[in-house]
């Protein structure tokens, strides 16, 4: 089936400092990828679709200049957590969908998500 | 918005017997997807049932979807340890993104 990774899986950054993770389609091209937040014990909150080629598209509530998304290439997208603060921490995961037609094309295929703790 | 709300919100269950979990949604949707997630991990997909079908079968889950109620069903025959896990609906209509539900947190006692 269809694999998407993200990188790095953990990260432990200083308040103030930037991060910066990445969402690769292993075996698909995907024109569009999603990026999720997620809180201990909650379910996923979509944050924002991330569109080849053009900007990205927040969800209501979801600052841009806080979350910069760039999806710069057909296999990769990058989601950069600016002046994080403690507050950011979170599991951050992506999806993509496999236009290829190998899978249902509404399926989702998810990452294994990044854990950010910003102390 | 569109909202799945899974029910229970945990369910702990013995090695061996079925685990059935809720998704109740609120709009009108042309699929809707179960997912598992293993702790700390990302989800994997585990059966998509459009709007015009009632139930569907893959391995041991069967998943059933009732749009006059705006519900759906899973069900995991025959429990195993390694089934632990939270399971979450996710609804979606024609080109708009996932809305997951709160998530059931299942625990199969060996």
């Known amino acids: 089936g269809a694999v998407v990774s993200q990188h790095p899986s953990w990260v432990i950054c200083k308040s103030g400092t930037s991060v910066k993770i990445e969402c690769r389609s292993l075996?698909?091209?995907?024109?569009?990828m999603f990026w999720y937040r997620q809180f201990p014990k909650q379910s996923l909150m979509l944050m924002a679709t991330?569109?080849?080629?053009?900007?990205?598209?927040?969800e209501q509530g979801v600052e841009k200049d806080k979350f910069l998304i760039n999806h710069a290439s057909l296999t990769l997208s990058t989601l950069t957590v600016t002046s994080a603060h403690p507050e950011d921490s979170s599991f951050y995961i992506c999806?993509?969908?496999?236009?290829?037609?190998?899978?249902?094309?509404?399926?989702?295929?998810f990452g294994p998500g990044t854990r950010l703790l910003v102390l | 918005s569109q909202q799945g709300e899974e029910d229970p919100q945990a369910l702990s269950i013995q090695e061996g017997e079925n685990a059935t979990m809720n998704c109740s949604y609120k709009?009108?949707?042309?699929?809707l997807q179960w997912y598992r997630q293993n702790s700390g991990r990302g989800l994997v997909h585990l059966i998509l049932?459009?709007?015009?079908?009632r139930e569907k079968h893959s391995g041991r889950l069967r998943v059933t979807l009732d749009t006059s109620k705006k519900s759906s069903s899973l069900l995991i025959t025959a429990s195993r340890a390694a089934d632990t896990a939270s399971y979450f609906c996710?609804?979606?209509?024609?080109?708009?993104?996932?809305?997951f539900g709160p998530g059931t947190r299942l625990s199969v006692l060996p």
């Open positions: 999806s993509a969908r496999d236009p290829s037609g190998r899978g249902e094309q509404e399926t989702q295929y």
């Open positions: 075996d698909f091209q995907a024109t569009t």
């Open positions: 991330s569109n080849e080629g053009s900007k990205a598209t927040y």
């Open positions: 709009t009108s949707i042309n699929n």
């Open positions: 049932i459009r709007s015009n079908e």
């Open positions: 996710a609804t979606s209509w024609y080109g708009q993104n996932f809305v």
